[in-house]
């Protein structure tokens, strides 16, 4: 729509409406359950149907649906092993399959397999230490365009097929700027190269030339 949403650390969320010079605001309410679980919001992201998810630091999910200005929450459940690996959620990618998949702070990475709100029923496959992740903290997460997803971590950059789910670790002897990342610091060019930044700089490479 030509929208900018903004993601704010204790302000919610706001929309610029660039034709009214207008901004919007959504905060956190705690009477409300259909507004955002927290207004400690550090990443956000557009997904093929409008809505946008954002990642708040230590609640969770929030599904916001923009034509409705309300949200539906996703949160970590200590008694389900299916559920979202980490409240602190750094990032999100929905690749070619329309799969959405979540960068958290201390859950690896995490894959959305089933959904169903009015049901409560919220199914993520992880992605950590315990299946070959060098670290549970996952800064970024892009798809290249063999379709194979790359993750930037503070432990190296990590190579995921989504195919045979077989995990590749990337460190600072393979040429990386350094083993630890940054959040909010990974792009994908229109010419399929993938960026990465860090603490020592930005590592860019071209996925299809990685043997």
């Known amino acids: 729509n030509g929208d900018v949403w903004l993601a704010t650390f204790k302000g919610g969320i706001s929309r610029y409406d660039r034709q009214t010079d207008n901004f919007t605001t959504f905060e956190h309410d705690p009477s409300d359950v259909s507004t955002l679980s927290s207004n ?22 929030s599904v916001f649906v923009p034509s409705t200005g309300t949200a539906f929450r996703i949160r970590r459940d200590n ?10 959620i750094v990032s999100f990618l929905e690749d070619s399959n329309r799969n959405i998949w979540v960068g958290t702070h201390g859950g690896g990475l995490n894959l959305l397999t089933a959904q169903d709100k009015n049901a409560g029923k919220i199914v993520f496959e ?18 290249d365009d063999q379709g194979s997803l790359w993750a930037s971590t503070n432990k190296g950059l990590v190579n995921l097929n989504r195919e045979t789910k077989e995990v590749r670790v990337y460190t600072e002897s393979h040429g990386i700027q350094a083993n630890e990342f940054n959040s909010g610091a990974h792009y994908k060019d229109a010419n399929g190269y993938l960026y990465f930044g860090g603490n020592k700089g930005v590592t860019r490479f071209d996925p299809a030339k990685i043997k």
């Open 126 to 143: 992880k992605f950590d230490t315990e299946n070959g992740m060098p670290s549970n903290v996952v800064y970024g997460v892009l798809e």
């Open 79 to 88: 008694n389900q092993a299916s559920s979202l690996g980490s409240d602190r």
């Open 40 to 61: 400690n919001v550090i990443s956000l992201y557009e997904t093929s149907d409008g809505n946008l998810w954002v990642g708040t630091w230590q609640s969770g999910i």
